[in-house]
């Protein structure tokens, strides 16, 4: 449910455009201290000739369910960017798909090992032995292009290298993506879930856009409280890109539709919330078997105790 966690219903957006640490610390401290239900932060590289605040091709995006303290928000930049930064922010409304339909415009495919994410934009990108995944605008985050989705689909590949997984399961779906990518890697169908119906439906019509719609079926779940999720346990995989909170709150019970030696793919993360997931999975019989940082975003390759120690 990643790239955000962005709210239903989002009625307000701030837009910066800047260069990369500036985009970087701003989108931070939002997500620092704002409710993710209620608040969401994107940063992302755009086109260069969009850029008109400084010489970087950069951008964060803010989208608030309500009308945002303006002068809260701007003082918030300032502390982490400067007050040219604050002043140069724009605030406006917009309508309900215009958050998601602005961020994906023009965003480049982004690849992860084997797997191309891309726009109708980048159809063509693809080369023969791509394993390419095609994600339109709708209303859930999941392009791609966060750090936190990136490393779990090369989490994903690492997997692939020593098993083939027969049961999978994808909690906090958003998008779709890592699902899609879960089914076209290993051929076989992914349970997913997510707790926003929005989400359910924007996965639900990437499946169909990338032809695996009997492979992906999402439901409206939250965690795993719905009866398909849990008929397909014991799960080999299960993926979980979500925020550090829940994941921690989740730990029992993602651990329990665990079947032994089962791997447990974790992102969301900044690094400073890596102690307290790992503290509450190993407390759930899970060790570490692989770390890796992406544009300041953390993924976690786990596996339960007793499976081989490194891949």
Not at 55 to 81: H, K, Q, T
Not at 256 to 281: E, F, M, Q
Request: proline residues 6%.
């Amino acid at each position: 449910m990643l790239e955000g966690l962005p709210p239903n219903n989002a009625t307000h957006v701030m837009r910066l455009s800047c260069d990369e640490a500036t985009a970087r610390a701003v989108a931070d401290i939002i997500v620092e201290t704002f409710d993710p239900a209620t608040t969401a932060a994107a940063a992302f590289e755009e086109a260069p000739d969009t850029c008109s605040w400084n010489s970087g091709a950069w951008a964060v995006e803010v989208y608030f369910g309500s009308p945002p303290d303006e002068a809260n928000i701007r003082g918030l930049v300032a502390v982490v960017a400067g007050d040219s930064a604050a002043e140069a922010a724009v605030f406006g409304e917009l309508r309900q798909r215009d958050w998601v339909a602005s961020s994906l415009e023009g965003l480049a495919p982004v690849r992860a090992g084997r797997f191309l994410v891309h726009g109708a934009h980048g159809r063509g990108k693809a080369k023969a032995n791509d394993l390419a995944i095609e994600i339109e605008a709708a209303l859930a985050f999941g392009t791609g292009h966060h750090g936190s989705t990136r490393g779990c689909l090369c989490m994903l590949e690492r997997v692939a290298r020593r098993r083939d997984p027969a049961a999978i399961l994808d909690l906090g779906t958003g998008s779709g993506v890592l699902a899609i990518a879960a089914a076209k890697l290993f051929k076989r169908a992914v349970q997913a879930g997510d707790i926003d119906p929005v989400c359910v439906t924007a996965a639900s019509a990437n499946a169909r856009y990338n032809r695996v719609p009997g492979f992906v079926r999402p439901v409206l779940a939250k965690g795993s409280a719905h009866p398909r999720l849990r008929q397909g346990a014991p799960y080999d995989l299960i993926l979980a890109n979500i925020l550090a909170r829940p994941l921690r709150a989740l730990a029992p019970q993602i651990v329990k539709l665990t079947a032994p030696r089962a791997d447990i793919i974790l992102s969301g993360l900044i690094a400073r919330d890596v102690p307290g997931v790992l503290s509450a999975y190993r407390g759930q019989g899970m060790a570490l078997l692989r770390r890796l940082d992406i544009d300041g975003w953390v993924t976690l390759l786990l596996q339960r105790r007793g499976g081989p120690r490194d891949i």
